[in-house]
């Protein structure tokens, strides 16, 4: 059964942090590339950051230099620390593989305050 499993979402300040989680099924994690993706209100879902299964990543420009993907390959989870918090980082957040799987998680909210 493919899991996908989003959470550490929440209400932050500008200039804030927060760290995102994301549990996945070894069925979809292992050997593939994740990605973390948000969607934000009106907009069409877009790709944050990607990290191989060797470690490399990959980020949009937007977030570079300020966002940071990991991954744990035992245990399956992928992670996005995010610093320096943007409003315009107000955004649903889901973790995928890529390119992208049919299988999406629930999602986690990130809400940054100006």
């Known amino acids: 059964q493919v899991r996908l499993v989003e959470s550490g979402g929440g209400l932050a300040q500008a200039g804030g942090s927060q760290t995102l989680h994301c549990a996945a099924s070894?069925?979809?994690?292992?050997?593939?590339?994740m990605g973390w993706y948000r969607q934000a209100p009106g907009k069409q879902r877009e790709l944050v950051a990607r990290i191989t299964s060797g470690g490399n990543t990959a980020y949009a420009a937007s977030v570079k230099g300020r966002f940071t993907i990991s991954r744990d390959n035992p245990t399956n989870t992928v992670y996005l620390q995010m610093n320096s918090l943007k409003p315009e980082d107000t955004a649903v957040y889901y973790c995928?593989?890529?390119?992208?799987?049919?299988?999406w998680g629930q999602g986690t909210q990130v809400t940054v305050s100006s």
């Open positions: 070894g069925s979809i994690f292992s050997g593939n590339t």
């Open positions: 995928n593989t890529f390119p992208i799987s049919p299988y």
